[in-house]
């Protein structure tokens, strides 16, 4: 098989098994110190023609987001759904990361009937989904799934950096880069950091720098992800809601 065949070999098997509607999932953000995890749904017409062949990290940030626009364009619907650092402090970062995935797959404009996710299982879909391990790299509809979800969040943290300068959020993303845990040394966490991850919990509060300007309640800042999100999309101007 050539490597158009090889990428939608699980796309096509369930789709000859009379499942239409597959959506691809994955996720971007589990293992950052701040800001939210980002999941995302893509379903694909069963004509679809594969562009991407990889997995979204292996692209360089240009290419993702040439990717993440023509996903756009040629998926049959996308989702994308967030959970915020005080879901994730709350109920812990694999449950904040399932409830970012039904999040997308109820933001999508179709119900998909399978899912194939990258490692993740969802619950009501047990007997309706694929658990791929490295989902990313050998399903088409879960590393499109990948991009957007990088994209997405890699936006969000470049605009939370303007909100909170001092952390360099724009460079690192909330990774755990010497740089950042630096800052977190010498600043205390700002109001996005998961105060539940070891390297963030024994540290005080910043009193300022964003903490006035940004969201307290998880509904307010759900609300800021998804206005970033259109934001973003708006970036595109052949991209039509």
């Known amino acids: 098989m050539d490597d158009q065949e090889v990428i939608l070999q699980f796309e096509r098997e369930y789709w000859n098994k009379g499942f239409n509607l597959i ?15 980002v999941a995302a749904a893509v379903i694909f017409p069963q004509n679809v023609n594969p562009f991407l062949f990889r997995d979204s990290k292996k692209l360089t940030e240009k290419k993702r987001r040439e990717f993440f626009f023509r996903i756009y364009k040629e998926a049959i619907s996308v989702g994308v759904g967030f959970a915020d650092s005080l879901e994730i402090d709350e109920i812990n970062i694999l449950n904040a990361t399932k409830l970012a ?18 490692a993740l299982k969802i619950e009501g879909f047990e007997s309706r989904s694929l658990v791929l391990v490295k989902g990313d790299e050998r399903s088409f509809s879960c590393a499109c799934a990948s991009v957007v979800a990088k994209v997405v969040r890699d936006f969000i943290m470049e605009e939370l950096a303007k909100v909170f300068p001092d952390y360099g959020f724009e460079k690192h993303k909330g990774y755990p880069t010497r740089f950042h845990i630096d800052r977190i040394e010498e600043l205390g966490v700002s109001p996005i950091h998961r105060r539940s991850f070891g390297r963030v919990r024994e540290k005080g509060e910043r009193q300022t720098g964003g903490k006035d300007s ?16 259109q934001e973003l999309l708006r970036r595109d101007r052949h991209y039509c809601f």
Do not use: W
Request: no cysteine; glycine share 8%; hydrophobic share 45%.
């Open 214 to 229: 940004f969201p307290v309640s998880i509904e307010e800042r759900l609300l800021y992800y998804q206005e970033k999100l």
């Open 23 to 37: 959506a691809g999932v994955d996720e971007a953000g589990r293992g950052p110190l701040a800001g939210p995890v």
């Open 101 to 118: 995935v039904k999040r997308a797959l109820f933001s999508l404009s179709v119900e998909p009937e399978f899912l194939i996710t990258d």
